[in-house]
């Protein structure tokens, strides 16, 4: 007998009809001789009307109301998913984040876990009951609400798994699993089997919108395996954990492609130490996210600095980095939003050679041009055309074969 | 500056555009220099939705579960009006019922409160803001969330107004005040400006449906005044307080008529001590309401008893007395849903004789028969034909001259 943790995304709880269905698949899993926590999200659209109706009322809303009006969209899915399972004749209790002793700080909308006390799961569980936890939310020591923000349900599961000890956690979506590619843009991309935390992190973090790296982090620091899993099918998805022997002889495991970002180039920038850390240390007070750093000294005294950020923040970011042309020295300044941004990520790259000329040769073979290279340990980026980039991306899967078993 | 307590019930929040309506009321009063707690309950249809919602999973939901799921439409209201008011530029900060302290006994779908220890609030207040609580729930010491059954949100302001030593209690309605009679029966009941807590206890409990009597007793107990006005217009409402010399001069306060009550007649019952106590056991047993009780010994060693129950209870209770007739000795029942109630309420007919002869001399007057009477210090209730009711309830209401100023 194992103790697992399931969350359920509110796609999959959206109706009265699919609550009875996954009120069903955990029953089955305690049937199976396991002890289950379920955390569940709140249904469809509802925190999206919920965020009408404040907008209604106020177009700035303070985010501790925010976080105390979200929050009731987790308690609705609790207390009819225990209202589900009850139907269909199997105990089970329902609580409130607050009540399960998730203690966050007191960063309303955005809040990071503490602590996670979880006993009144234990006795629960240990009462034969299934225990439903509402995702995404908290509370601060001294009892104020608090929602976790993007990814936040996730969190909540991985957290409570780490707490209880389970065996693993269970991601319910949409999707069978996690892969090789996002398959909107290459068709031929296969669902991987085990991937590592570090690889998840690498591909959320490029653009293959899968899980928010927070909750992977999570499971990273404290070695809890993520199943994710289609809440609809009776498949096995895609396990994430730690890195093995066998995993390393998988060279690239995905393929990433980012169309949502910009470029920026600073011409002559002063080659003296902590110039481009203004520059930057700029951006970051202006609250702006910078991905890719290139900086190429070609001539004497001076410099070009280019980087990447997200193509809505590139209006401010502009604003922003010409204000402190002058005190770095820069010449000129110039833009491009017309780039993709394609990666290759393998903890397998660690231990074998070659994967950057394998890169590189596939997209000279497609006559696509390489404006910016970034590498890190098990990933390696490159900045083309915007429109190329689709094209680059699929040509780099095939390369690398894993449109083949 | 006085410390007021203010409670807008599922009407007046119903909407955006409702709630904001009420903010504007709210900072009314503090801007004229008082401190304010308001107690709001879930918008409009809010609570039948959840309800409905609810029963397409489960016809039977466990009542911790609905506690669970129906506290939800109090939370999104407080933080919509908190939302509404910083909108309006004023400070404030809402709180759910467990958040400020007020702890219930473990009765799920109908709980007491048992304490209310709002130090939250005072906290709150002392900061300059104006509070908004969720009404209708609290949590159990266990820190399980409770909702207060019908009338719940009344007794979640009264009391906290009483915890917090408020100078009075506002509920706000849709309706101006509480009437000598329901003006959808008799056209011409008038408002009253003010009213005992007695008064409006019989009134409540003969069916006038004015406020529910929990809170009134409430009031009561702790001699907290409870102003209940309307939300939409800016006129005084009724005051519900403790008696005074100048009320006891109004003989008859209101009328009540009551058309949702059935009789049932026992015949022949033994007339030993106990045996009236066997038959309203059982029916307290079977946990039926019985209303007006009259027994009559008309013969040697056996007397007939009457009382009535309500018509949505009258199969149950029928079901319950024919059990136990033979335990009683009675011979035969018989049962007549073709009644109605007219009472007449007054603090004043302690002191005033001839009130019931006045009654009874304007039935004549209208040939109503009397079939059942039953009088308390404070009324006189007479069971009429169910269609005199209306005929009976207008005539005495003349009569005593509630329709003049």
């Known amino acids: ?54 907008g209604q009322i106020n177009k700035n809303p303070e985010e501790r109301e925010m976080d105390m009006l979200l929050s009731t969209g987790e308690q609705v899915s609790i207390a009819l998913l225990a209202m589900a399972v009850h139907k269909l004749g199997h105990q089970a209790v329902s609580f409130t984040g607050p009540q399960v ?52 349900s996730d969190l909540t599961a991985v ?21 090789t590619a996002d398959p909107r843009v290459i068709p031929e991309a296969r669902k991987m089997s085990v991937a590592t935390y570090d690889e998840i992190l ?26 994710v899993r289609n809440s ?28 949502d970002e910009a470029k920026i180039t600073l011409f002559r920038v002063s080659d003296r130490p902590g110039v481009a850390a203004k520059v930057f240390q700029t951006l970051a007070d202006a609250n702006v996210n910078v991905d890719m750093i290139i900086q190429n000294k070609t001539q004497t005294n001076s410099t070009d600095i280019s980087f990447t950020v997200l193509k809505h923040e590139l209006t401010k970011a502009l604003k922003t980095v010409k204000a402190a042309m002058k005190k770095v020295g820069a010449t000129s300044i110039t833009c491009d939003e017309n780039i993709a941004k394609v990666s290759v990520v393998g903890i397998g790259m660690r231990s ?43 040509a780099i899967h095939r390369a690398f074969g894993l449109d083949k078993k």
């Open 1 to 54: 007998m194992a103790l697992i943790v399931q969350k359920y995304g509110g796609s999959s709880v959206a109706n009265a009809k699919k609550i009875l269905r996954v009120a069903q698949r955990v029953i089955k899993t305690k049937r199976a001789g396991h002890k289950v926590v379920v955390v569940v999200s709140a249904m469809g659209d509802m925190t999206d009307d919920l965020i009408a109706l404040a």
């Open 232 to 259: 609809h099918k009776d498949v096995q998805g895609t396990l994430i954990t730690k890195e093995n022997k066998k995993m390393e002889e998988v060279v690239v495991s995905g393929v990433a492609l980012a169309e």
């Open 159 to 179: 957290a409570l798994a780490v707490a209880l000890k389970a065996k693993h956690c269970e991601i319910y979506t949409d999707v069978d699993g996690i892969y």
């Open 101 to 152: 002793g998730i203690i966050t700080d007191e960063f309303h909308s955005k809040a990071r876990i503490q602590n996670v006390s979880a006993e009144r799961i234990k006795k629960a569980l240990g009462d034969g009951k299934i225990v439903i936890v509402a995702g995404f939310q908290g509370q601060t020591p001294s009892g104020e609400i608090t929602t976790l923000g993007r990814g936040g």
């Open 202 to 227: 690498e591909l959320a973090s490029l653009g293959a919108k899968v899980m928010h790296s927070r909750s992977i982090e999570v499971g990273k620091k404290f070695n809890m395996p993520i199943r």
């Open 352 to 394: 074998h050679s070659g994967i950057a000329s394998k890169m590189f040769s596939t997209l000279a073979k497609h006559k696509i041009n390489i404006d910016m290279i970034s590498t890190s340990e098990i990933k390696i980026s490159v900045v083309v055309a915007g429109d190329k980039g689709r094209l680059a991306a699929r």
